[in-house]
């Protein structure tokens, strides 16, 4: 349970997103959700996803809705930020490693169409037994 301290703007979602090199991108693989963790760099109003070397199915990242989340949160306060985007993905342009790979990578650009984030507190919780 967490709750809300505010939402951010969109710079500083953008401004959060330089701050941090892993994320998360959900995708869909064969009509099911997959999230994988992921490097990524900012690079304008778009972000380059490195996939490593899975080899997704180019129907599943090019061209495709994703989306992509970061986020990060203090252990010891609780206190964290979440920054979310969503919009269509395309394979990077194609290299001397062939379409959508850079250095033997799977790379793909998401220029989102929604960006989105807040900060909030973690809540305690205790399982239920």
Partial sequence: MERSDGDLSPDE?????????????????????????????VDDASVAISLGRLGMPTVSVH?????????????LTSTGWMVQLQGRALLAPSSSDGPGQVDGSQV????????????FTLLPFEPVR
């Fill in 63 to 75: 061209d495709a809705v994703v989306a992509f989340a970061v986020d990060r949160i203090d252990e």
């Fill in 108 to 119: 793909i650009r998401l220029v989102p169409g929604t960006v989105s984030g807040r900060r």
């Fill in 13 to 41: 979602c953008w401004e959060l997103l330089g701050t941090a090199g892993v994320g998360r991108v959900a995708l869909s693989i064969r009509a099911l959700p997959l999230i994988l963790p992921v490097r990524y760099v």
